[in-house]
């Protein structure tokens, strides 16, 4: 088929908001070069918005194409755009354009978190295309990379910054020295946290994009619900400092590990704050940037980086998509569907591999380290490195002993027998306070 | 078709190398998760090599695999892969290959950047697919995210450090002050570089990736002799430590350039040695690591990091692009071919635009100042910074007045502009030297 004598696929947009917008000015301003590059023109056939009244005067396109009817809308295009958002009624908008025979590009994390296998599936019974690099770290190319770059390797582990509001806060939190309500209220008035930052902050957001990370990387189902989540509103200043401390920042990483246990292979999924060293590809990546750093057997350690969110960057990601599944259109052919072959066991928190940095408030006496060492002993943990610091007298004051701090970070060890240490070292009549618990990653 | 109906996809090595023989390990290795992901069993039919009698125990393979006739090998396979290198023999092979009905991947970024339209005229006229991830930057996935990814963006700048052994050179000399001689001679100790290192430090090589990387980036022919090209071996303790003062490191530098000009965009590709600053993405790519830095217009700016040479990362992409035309054969489709339609004019290097960081050993006496900000200005040359320090004495001794040390750096102006600035200072008779030049890159 020649671009000249086709007829011009067509293109509808569902959602118009922020990324939808982007899509729609890019569609226009670049026709052309999209058009050689697919080896075909192609037709925007449509707008789908759930208010036609809005201001859309930034968007170049001809206004009789908004429409509120995304259904009839989808049944009349050979490529649909989806980015609305959420579970209902995108799912069934999506399952009725793969029914009706087009090919789906969507920035939908969350749907595909939920239930992508379902999605999966019509794409497969339909013989037509679902991407969704846009999903996850916006425009950074990363689900292709994972997906066919490095199809012929084994890759063990994936650790992201993928949440650039999350990314923002701590970042601002490390630089300033001030707590997190107070950057939150920075990161609101700056426009990097939405009015209601609960997604970002707790985590929602990076644990949907673990799942998908973690289910093409490891060729197994993963669903949001399967992933361990911890989000960043716990985090103090006295974290940060002593992130800091050891040459380490504070971040919110989503971890998918591969793990070799006697009775096979597993994967651990998570989305926790940990400390990471400064010197790590990932410590520098400052503001709301997001990046994704690999490991794999024949590879070694590769790091991709860039613009996570935000509309003309999500929009990169998605027109890139388009034109590959147009040109699917064009010259036939498919991306490659689900590959969940490997079905590997997800493992619960509890029996993922992590080291910890703990710092505790104790009593300046003979003793103390023994009792504290004797703990971690008690619980299998090995300890790594301890600090001893003097200092820290009594909150309560006068006859109180003076108080001295003990920082102690550990090898790894089971999360589970990590959490139980620091529970029996809360309950030691020598420990004044745990201070600040957090994990570390990246040795 | 499904993995276990169909006949066996046949593989055939040319090649058993450094990267050969990691590319035929792992496909040993992982045979079952490669099938598994291809969705077809496949067969390594045999391994191409120039002499039979080398000690090949490190490959576990039968070793009847093992031929001298490369020829009858190609004619066998579905999919041939190329680590053998060079011009010919590989180019008839590689085109009688794709005659007969096989797809090539390859890591031979020598004959695709002198003479890569030919190959996929072939792979055009034969309908098949041409894929060559491991011939730029090792292991890092950057040609497919530019092909695939970006497809839907406008990537205005590519600039990339691109070759392992050169990186390693130009870092040692920076954490050690040493010289350009010596420290090649570590590196080739440590097996860094090779005992001909010609095409390394001369910046052959990365001028051949330079032709690929702005090929795809912007839709145009580029080959390598369009690349300008200027290696390390001049580069100096004195470059070095100049770069260190204003905050920035020396690395040899493979940029492409979007242009645009009142008569139209053109493009500009060139590999030179060039300071940038410290904080940059780039900046911080240390030892025989390579990085990829892009722009484009929607994305913004990505950086991809990782192994850019070695058995076992070249391999590993190797095996994805292998995995990939595997699936088009098991499912139909092909990868996209040569997209040139953009054909932009590649300008030569006195058209691109760059910045200078100059030093200058001048008389100290009033005027002086002067008459070389004076030539900068009739070179319409515009000054970003001058710093003046005193010392730097005659070389020659007693009766010379005192010197002084003058450094420049420009705003961005042709390169020819530039270079005929830097002769006329020379023949400026208060110049008593000009101490380094050096392209300034990152702004
Ligand atoms: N924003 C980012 O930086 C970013 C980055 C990566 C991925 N994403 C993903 O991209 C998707 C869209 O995000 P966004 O930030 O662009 O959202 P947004 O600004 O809230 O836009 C949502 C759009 O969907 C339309 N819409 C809502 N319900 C609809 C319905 N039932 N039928 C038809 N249209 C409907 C809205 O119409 P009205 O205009 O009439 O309200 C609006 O145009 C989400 O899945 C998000 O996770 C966003
Ligand atoms: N090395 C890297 O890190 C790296 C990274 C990226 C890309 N590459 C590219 O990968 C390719 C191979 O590199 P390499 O380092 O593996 O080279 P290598 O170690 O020199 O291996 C070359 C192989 O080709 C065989 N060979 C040479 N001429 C032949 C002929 N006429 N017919 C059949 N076999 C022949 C040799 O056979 P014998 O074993 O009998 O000598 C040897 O096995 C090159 O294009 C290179 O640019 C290499």
């Given at each position: 088929m020649s671009a000249s004598s086709s007829a011009p696929l067509r293109v509808a947009l569902l959602g118009c908001g922020v990324v939808g917008s982007s899509v729609a000015r890019l569609l226009v301003e670049h026709s052309g070069d999209l058009a050689a590059r697919i080896g075909a023109p192609f037709e925007l056939v449509g707008i789908a918005v759930r208010r036609l009244g809005r201001d859309r005067s930034d968007v170049p396109v001809d206004p009789s194409l908004f429409?509120?009817?995304?259904?009839?809308?989808?049944?009349?295009?050979?490529?649909?755009?989806?980015?609305?958002?959420?579970?209902?009624?995108?799912?069934?908008?999506?399952?009725?354009?793969?029914?009706?025979?087009?090919?789906?590009?969507?920035?939908?994390?969350?749907?595909?978190?939920?239930?992508?296998?379902?999605?999966?599936a019509a794409s497969d019974r339909h013989g037509v295309d679902l991407y969704y690099e846009a999903a996850v770290a916006g425009a950074i190319p990363i689900l292709r990379?994972?997906?066919?770059?490095?199809?012929?390797?084994?890759?063990?582990?994936?650790?992201?910054?993928?949440?650039?509001?999350?990314?923002?806060?701590?970042?601002?939190?490390?630089?300033?020295?001030?707590?997190?309500?107070?950057?939150?209220?920075?990161?609101?008035?700056?426009?990097?946290?939405?009015?209601?930052?609960?997604?970002?902050v707790e985590g929602f957001d990076a644990a949907a994009k673990a799942a998908i990370l973690a289910s093409l990387a490891f060729h197994t189902r993963v669903d949001i619900?399967?992933?361990?989540?911890?989000?960043?509103?716990?985090?103090?200043?006295?974290?940060?400092?002593?992130?800091?401390?050891?040459?380490?920042?504070?971040?919110?990483?989503?971890?998918?590990?591969?793990?070799?246990?006697?009775?096979?292979?597993?994967?651990?999924?998570?989305?926790h704050p940990a400390m990471i060293p400064r010197t790590h590809p990932l410590g520098s990546v400052?503001?709301?940037?997001n990046a994704v750093f690999v490991e794999a057997d024949a590879a070694g350690e590769l790091m991709f980086y860039g613009r996570g969110a935000g509309g003309d960057p999500t929009a990169s990601a998605i027109l890139g998509d388009v034109v590959e599944v147009a040109r699917h259109r064009v010259n036939g052919g498919r991306g490659a569907g689900e590959s969940?072959?490997?079905?590997?066991?997800?493992?619960?928190?509890?029996?993922?591999?992590?080291?910890?940095?703990?710092?505790?408030?104790?009593?300046?006496?003979?003793?103390?380290?023994?009792?504290?060492?004797?703990?971690?002993?008690?619980?299998?943990?090995?300890?790594?490195?301890?600090?001893?610091?003097?200092?820290a007298p009594?909150?309560?004051?006068?006859?109180?002993?003076?108080?001295?701090?003990?920082?102690?970070?550990?090898?790894?060890?089971?999360?589970?027998?990590?959490?139980?240490?620091?529970?029996?070292?809360?309950?030691?009549?020598t420990v004044r306070e745990v201070v600040s618990v957090m994990r570390v990653e990246g040795e």
């Open positions: 429409t509120t009817d995304a259904a009839a809308l989808v049944s009349r295009a050979d490529i649909v755009v989806e980015v609305i958002g959420g579970i209902e009624p995108t799912r069934d908008l999506l399952l009725s354009a793969m029914a009706s025979g087009a090919s789906v590009v969507s920035a939908n994390k969350a749907l595909l978190a939920e239930d992508g296998p379902t999605l999966y990379p994972i997906r066919d770059s490095l199809a012929g390797d084994r890759i063990t582990k994936v650790i992201g910054i993928v949440n650039g509001t999350t990314n923002f806060v701590l970042d601002k939190m490390d630089s300033t020295g001030a707590g997190f309500a107070e950057t939150v209220e920075v990161a609101q008035s700056l426009g990097y946290a939405e009015a209601d930052p609960t997604a970002d619900h399967q992933v361990h989540r911890e989000g960043i509103t716990e985090v103090t200043a006295a974290d940060i400092a002593a992130a800091d401390e050891m040459g380490a920042v504070v971040k919110l990483l989503a971890i998918c590990e591969r793990v070799s246990r006697p009775e096979g292979e597993a994967v651990s999924v998570r989305v400052r503001d709301a940037f969940a072959y490997a079905d590997l066991p997800v493992l619960p928190m509890g029996a993922a591999s992590t080291r910890y940095h703990i710092s505790l408030d104790v009593a300046d006496r003979p003793g103390v380290l023994a009792a504290v060492a004797a703990t971690f002993a008690e619980h299998d943990v090995s300890i790594e490195t301890v600090r001893q610091r003097p200092g009594g909150e309560s004051g006068d006859d109180e002993a003076a108080g001295a701090t003990l920082v102690v970070v550990t090898h790894r060890a089971p999360d589970a027998a990590l959490s139980a240490t620091v529970e029996a070292l809360g309950a030691l009549d």
